[in-house]
């Protein structure tokens, strides 16, 4: 057999390196698109102005009002690891987007890049062409302070790569995603943006709350509530759903951690955890988070493109962000959200707490211990604070909160009256709150559910790892009500399952949270998923839009919602009943 020969090890051509580094950090225009809008801002520019054509495949130009690029320094820009952003040798002390020094030049050895550039101590502005890594002189030009650069053709130099390029309305939406996230974080800079020569964006600078009504839309503006929590140097600021307001995909959620945006594979889970009370499975909520801390507290070095970030106490930090939203959410069930746009829409109102303002209920707050200080019982740490209302004298009832029935509509809604207001409840929204607070409560109670032997025990085929991540994770299963033994190392058998979620087949739903575990697990405690999945199962047990209901069931359950808390809404996050009060009624008639 012949002997492999050693081969000659040589260092990599410069231009070679700039191809291999542009693999990693441009992937596509909305890439160039982010590497130059970030220079834009980090040189001061208070107006960015983003042109493409064809979705950013044939054409980018980025034109800004900023420092612009002193002439000795402008064919540094291109050269590898030249950067302005580090002089001070602290990695962790970045206040810039870029520090690497890479982006100018690994963009302009992948396509046809042109600057034109100029400083305020300039008499004209000085261009420069580079292709394939080849740059001209220097030319003096005619412009205005500040910094444009185009950079056409993209990946002509790299065509193997060119061909994983989408089509123009792919790219093009990749560019437009990009430049939602970078304006909403710099909302004092004008952003304009141009797409074939039409103007898609022109957002002026402004507040915080304005960018992001720019760029989330108004419906977003009003359906939201603010999310503010600072503590120890950390900070939590922005914007999240109302639950009456989500999404079937897990889109329109932004995070920036210090001012830039992450995609953290943990924010959707975070979101999940917080949402878990009002939203089911499969929906999400909307969000703009804004999460500032300690530079020292992360690493944002860890991703060429910077957009994944690492924190040194991620337990913690993942905490902190569920109690803001969550506390968040908790003030927001004391305004109600608009249901219906028409003109009975100023008749009927959404349900708000108020409903339980009557003299006979006192209000009392029950605060249970809050994230992310002790955990006494797991359960505790995501029951919220409640309001539960309490009778203050003995005397018989008549005048109910929830009124009393007076019918039933389309075997779907009751129809009740209380003194001074008409109200229709979704009849099967209102008892899948029931369901679902009983179990709450029940498990706080007891830490446990009561659960319900099979007739025949059933037998799970897992794969190994899958089967010993149940073993480890057995005693919380035992405790919502399943009573489940390893038979192999490859077998479950399950002997009894919760009485509460009407179980078809555990297979699925302990495979379910097994994945889910496996996905979020640093992210989310198990017992959180645990609950979640058992709880958007719950609901089948409740009552049915479609069955008819005696006047005594309706009452009983209006008196069960009365003592329900949050029983406005149902798991979805839609309300349960409207009200309709005597005035509004005149009103509607023009009494
Ligand atoms: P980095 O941003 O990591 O420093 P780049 O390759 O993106 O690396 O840019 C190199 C340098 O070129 C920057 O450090 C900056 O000094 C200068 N530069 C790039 N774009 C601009 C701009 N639009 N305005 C002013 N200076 C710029
Ligand atoms: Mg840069």
């Not at 650069?149 to 065509?159: K, L, S, W």
Request: glycine share 6%; with cysteine.
């Amino acid at each position: 057999m012949s002997q492999k020969q050693p081969k000659k090890i040589e260092k990599l051509d410069p231009h070679l390196v700039n191809q291999i580094a542009a693999g990693e950090v441009i992937e596509r225009p909305a890439a160039i698109l982010k590497e130059l809008v970030e220079n834009a801002l980090d040189a001061g520019a208070s107006q960015i102005i983003v042109e493409v054509e064809d979705g950013g495949r044939a054409r980018i130009s980025i034109s800004d009002n900023g420092c612009g690029i002193a002439v000795d320094d402008i064919s540094l820009a291109f050269e590898r690891h030249a950067t302005s952003k580090l002089s001070h040798q602290d990695l962790f002390a970045i206040n810039t987007f870029g520090f690497r020094g890479e982006a100018l030049p690994s963009i302009a050895s992948i396509s046809r890049t042109e600057m034109i550039t100029r400083t305020n101590a300039d008499e004209h502005a000085w261009k420069i062409t580079i292709e394939g890594g080849n740059a001209s002189k220097l030319m003096p030009h005619s412009a205005a302070i500040g910094t444009t650069i185009e950079v056409r053709d993209i990946f002509y130099a790299t065509p193997a790569r060119l061909k994983f390029l989408k089509n123009a309305t792919t790219e093009l939406n990749h560019c437009k995603e990009m430049i939602s996230r970078i304006a909403m974080a710099n909302p004092s800079v004008h952003f304009i943006f141009k797409s074939d020569s039409k103007t898609v964006y022109d957002w002026s600078a402004g507040t915080l709350a304005t960018r992001i009504g720019q760029v989330m839309g108004n419906d977003f503006a009003q359906n939201t509530v603010p999310v503010l929590l600072e503590r120890n140097g950390y900070k939590l600021e922005g914007l999240v759903s109302l639950p009456t307001y989500s999404r079937s995909q897990a889109n329109d959620q932004y995070i920036y951690v210090n001012n830039r945006w992450v995609r953290d594979r943990n924010v959707a889970g975070i979101l999940r955890v917080a949402y878990q009370d009002v939203l089911m499975t499969g929906r999400h909520p909307l969000a703009v988070l804004f999460f500032n801390l300690d530079g020292r507290e992360v690493d944002v070095n860890v991703h060429p493109a910077k957009t994944e970030v690492r924190f040194r106490d991620s337990g913690f930090v993942r905490s902190f962000l569920i109690q803001g939203v969550k506390q968040s959410l908790l003030a927001s069930q004391h305004t109600s959200s608009p249901i219906m746009g028409n003109l009975v829409a100023n008749a009927f109102s959404a349900p708000s707490p108020k409903i339980f303002t009557n003299p006979q209920f006192n209000n009392k707050p029950i605060l249970r211990d809050s994230y992310p200080s002790a955990r006494p019982h797991p359960i505790a740490a995501f029951i919220q604070p409640v309001y539960v209302p309490v009778l203050e004298q003995e005397e018989v009832v008549t005048d109910y909160p929830m009124g009393i029935a007076k019918a039933q509509l389309f075997e779907t809604f009751i129809v009740a009256q209380t003194k001074d207001a008409l109200l229709i409840i979704d009849q099967h929204a209102a008892h899948e709150r029931i369901v679902y607070e009983d179990l709450k409560a029940q498990w706080s109670a007891q830490g446990t559910l009561p659960s319900q032997p099979l007739m025949q025990p059933e037998y799970i085929e897992l794969n190994e790892s899958d089967c010993a991540l149940f073993a480890e994770h057995k005693d919380l299963f035992e405790q919502i009500g399943f009573v489940i033994d390893v038979y192999s190392t490859k077998t479950l058998v399950v002997h009894s399952t919760p009485i509460a979620c009407h179980l078809q087949g555990s297979k699925e739903f302990i495979a379910d949270v097994l994945a889910d575990i496996k996905t979020l697990g640093e992210g989310v405690s198990a017992v959180e998923i645990l609950w979640e999945k058992l709880s958007s199962r719950a609901c089948n047990n409740s009552i049915r839009a479609g069955k008819t209901l005696s006047l005594a069931e309706m009452n009983a359950m209006l008196r069960q919602m009365e003592s329900t808390p949050k029983s406005a809404q149902c798991n979805h996050g839609r309300p349960t009943f409207v009200t309709l009060d005597k005035k509004s009624l005149a009103r509607l008639f023009e009494r």
